[in-house]
């Protein structure tokens, strides 16, 4: 009787142990299992340019800051990654100037008032400051012309956009690369698509 008791008992202990352990296996998987979201994870990083989609030796290239002619947002800190060995040697010290190459970008938005798509009712940017990734790596021409960057998300707020100055007339970097004239679209805000009057020239 005395040995049946302390089978009864050591039973219990010996499952619980098996169980904590296929726990700690399980949250292991799933803990591992966060990497990448999905594929929807920026590919520029916070605290550097990482992953950056074939830019093999990313060196930051030029920063800018932009205001949106209708003051509807601000683009700041932009840091304007390249590809280091494509800069060309040069002796002016804008190498925006002498690059020809994918380029990266991270920086900050802020739009000071909510404003709200006329066209597709869902899509609402929210007024507040927004730090944006690359997640699309683009193209920056000779003489800092050409600009492209396919799209930039922000790390919170789900806000995606684009930048372009090929077809602006003058478009690209100015005043020694501290502007950039171009035009920014917000494409989607929470989800929804944004229409076309979510345009707009930064410089």
């Not at 040995?3 to 296996?25: D, E, H, Q, W, Y």
């Not at 594929?39 to 074939?54: A, H, L, R, S, W």
């Not at 690059?99 to 000071?112: D, E, S």
């Not at 790390?155 to 035009?183: C, H, M, P, Q, W």
Request: hydrophobic share 40%; glycine share 12%; with cysteine.
């Amino acid at each position: 009787m005395e040995r049946l008791n302390k089978k009864t008992l050591s039973f219990p202990a010996m499952v619980f142990t098996k169980a904590l352990a296929a726990l700690g296996i399980v949250l292991t998987l799933a803990a591992c299992g966060k990497g990448d979201g999905g594929g929807t994870t920026p590919i520029v990083g916070i605290n550097g340019c990482q992953n950056c989609g074939g830019i093999t030796a990313p060196t930051v290239i030029t920063t800018f800051s932009s205001q949106a002619s209708t003051n509807a947002f601000t683009l700041s800190n932009m840091q304007v990654y390249a590809q280091a060995g494509l800069i060309q040697p040069n002796a002016s010290g804008y190498n925006y100037k002498w690059y020809n190459g994918p380029i990266a970008m991270q920086g900050t938005l802020t739009v000071p008032t909510t404003f709200y798509d006329t066209t597709n009712s869902g899509c609402v940017v929210p007024a507040g400051t927004y730090y944006l990734q690359t997640y699309s790596v683009g193209q920056l021409g000779n003489l800092g012309a050409n600009v492209s960057v396919p799209a930039l998300l922000t790390t919170a707020g789900n806000i995606e956009l684009k930048i372009e100055s090929t077809g602006v007339a003058g478009g690209g970097f100015v005043d020694e690369g501290r502007k950039l004239y171009a035009k920014v679209t917000i494409v989607r805000a929470n989800g929804y698509v944004c229409s076309a009057m979510f345009a707009d020239t930064i410089l």
